[in-house]
Each structure stands twice: as C-alpha cells, then as structure tokens.
C-alpha cells in the first residue's frame, strides 16, 4: 500500500522536473496563436474526460479508450470492512440469516469507440459505444456457526454496454477559453440477467442470476448533460466539467444517477506532449428498483449497496503523434464515502487514441 503512494509522489515529481527542464524549448509556440492553439498537446483534457472538447465546423474525430478498474477492499461509508464483520450482517433476503459470501477483488474492462463530427461551429455531434467485462473473486463461509471459508469462484461477464449520443453546444470559443454545454442521450443495452455458477453456503454449486454489480448492463435510458469551460494561460490550462447523467426510464431496475464535477489543469511538457493532474468529484446513487431473482446473501444482491461518494485524484499525459495523439492517465480514489457494504475501487488506467481530420 505505501509502496503505490510513493509511486504516485515520485511519478508526480519526475514529470514536474521534466517540464521544467523542457520549458526552454516552449519559445517557438509563442508565435501564430491560432494555429498554436490548434496544434498543442492540451487540445484534448485528460484521457479519462468525456465531451472535454468541441470541433470547428467541417472537423471529424474518431477515438479508442481502453479503461481498466481495480477494486479489493470492501468499505462501509469511508471505513475499511473486514470479511468477518460482513458475516455479521443481516442477509436482507432472509435464509440464510447473515451475508455468507464475501466479494475479494473485482477488475473491470472497458473498451470505448468515439466519434465527434462538427456540421457547424456551434454544434459538435458526439457518439460513444462501451464494451465491457467484469471478473469478480468471492469467497463463500459457512452460512452458521463457526462460519469457516468454504471455498473461493469467480462469476465474470462481458457484453456491449453503453451508446450514447450527444450534442455539444458552443457558447463562446476564443482563443483561450472556450466554453460549452452538452446534452445527451444514452442507452445502456448489457443483458441485465446474466446468469453465473456460484458456490452456495451449504457448499454446493448453482447458477444464479448475477447480482446487478455484475450485469453488463441495466437496459436503461439516461439523459446526459454537461457545462465544460477551459483557459489557457501559456503553457498551462485549466479546465472544468459539471455534468450529471439521470435516468428516465428502466426494465426493473438501474444504476443510480450520476452528478459529477472534474477540476483539471495541462500543463506542455515540450511542443508535443502535456501532463495533466484532474481531480474528479462523484456522487452516485443507490440502485433504483429490483430483481427479485437477485437474491444470495451477499452484499451486492441489495440495491442500497451502490454509490455513494468518491473524490478521484488522477495523472495523465498527452502526446501528439504525426498522426493523431495518444493520452494515458492514472487514476487513485483519494476520499470515499460508499453506501455499504462495497467493494470500492482501488486505483484506474485509461489510455486511449484520437485522430481528428
Ligand atoms: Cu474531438
């Protein structure tokens, strides 16, 4: 654990004595700001920001993000939960009386397609398509008594999951700040009742439908929506988002709305590449609706043990290429506030690749 904080510390200060030994050759970019502005790494925010950036009419973008998330540590609110403490609380569904399995770890994937078209300078059209794959380790214990480990499985699925579409509105665009709003749609369209082989508490094998966690996806509607505004001072820019995504209709259930607020600054490092640092503010709410089929003594078979509250701390760093740019970006929750129990994310990758012609 303190060896990744350190990580983090040293990558920070390295990056930042690199762009201070670089800054000598800034100079040149100082010249033509039009086509300056057009041809820096902080064109684009950080990686891991959706809908950061409009197009000049006549302008098309394609994208490729690979996202990776980690989680191993279950919390109650922003407190650690040992597995012992989860098999002392009350199973919601009824038999048996206590939580008998316990979520270890979970990884997700994600692989987003995007594509931006500009028809004029005050409409930029956005569309995006998510596939992802989840894997999660469980460990079963005895439903009574001694409540000894039973046995470890893993449940995994993988499905197309996410299109959405939006527009995004410009409403002033000048050489160094540019502001703009977005509005959306988005389906999710992951099969919501994927089954998987579970290892029961009296210690025998059953398929089961999948608790909501672990669905591709809730087949539901959401709006989107979105104000983002940057500025750039020299080398440097500073970008904000408030944006929120709110359901408007579901098939039993789906994930809670999100409010989201991301503070950015990018700073050049030389003529091709940016770091960024971005802290992300995340409110999300509790599942709405239910399966009734969804129902093993396990935390994430109640609706009430989603969202809650994270403040995200990532680094990332753009580079131009002949063709195109590429973007990287870590991600570590720095504050945590979960309705539990939940398993909360442990740090995030994004790494992804834009072409615009
Ligand atoms: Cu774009």
């Known amino acids: 654990m303190k060896k990744i904080h ?17 800054q000598g050759m800034d100079h040149h970019q100082h010249k033509g700001m039009g086509d300056h502005a057009k041809h820096s790494a902080k064109m684009h925010g950080p990686i891991g920001l959706m809908g950061d950036h409009f197009h000049k009419k006549g302008e098309s973008m394609v994208s490729i993000r690979y996202m990776k998330m980690s989680m191993n ?31 270890q770890d979970m990884d997700m994937d994600m692989i987003m397609l995007g594509a931006m078209y500009a028809p004029t300078d005050f409409v930029t059209l956005m569309s995006m398509a998510t596939f992802n794959s989840k894997s999660m380790n469980l460990k079963t214990y005895q439903p009574m008594m001694e409540r000894n480990a039973l046995g470890d499985f893993t449940t995994k699925s993988s499905d197309l999951s996410i299109f959405n579409f939006s527009a995004l509105f410009t409403i002033y665009d000048e050489d160094k700040s540019k502001f703009h709003a977005q509005l959306g749609l988005e389906k999710n369209m992951g099969k919501n009742d994927l089954q998987g082989q579970v290892l029961m508490p009296m210690g025998s094998l059953g398929s089961i439908v999948m608790p909501y966690g672990m669905q591709s996806g809730d087949k539901s509607y959401s709006v989107l929506s979105a104000i983002t505004y940057t500025k750039t001072y020299g080398s440097w820019k500073l970008g904000g988002q408030i944006k929120s995504k709110l359901n408007i209709q579901n098939k039993e259930w789906n994930f809670g709305d999100v409010s989201e607020i991301n503070i950015w600054s990018q700073r050049d490092l030389n003529n091709i590449s940016a770091w960024s640092l971005r802290l992300k503010i995340q409110d999300v709410k509790s599942i709405d609706g239910l399966n009734k089929k969804i129902e093993a003594p396990v935390q994430t078979a109640n609706p009430l043990n989603y969202g809650g509250e994270t403040v995200t701390f990532g680094i990332g760093i753009n580079v131009m290429l002949p063709q195109g740019s590429i973007g990287l970006e870590a991600y570590k929750p720095i504050s945590r506030d979960l309705n539990g129990p ?14 615009s012609f």
């Open 6 to 22: 350190l990580f983090w510390l040293l990558l920070a200060i390295s990056i930042n004595i690199s762009s201070e030994s670089m």
């Open 73 to 103: 540590q279950n919390y109650i609110g922003s407190k650690k939960i040992s597995d012992l403490e989860i098999l002392q609380l009350p199973n919601p569904n009824g038999m048996p009386k206590n939580l008998s399995v316990v979520p």
């Open 342 to 355: 939940q398993m909360s994310m442990d740090w995030g990758l994004q790494a992804g690749y834009h072409l």
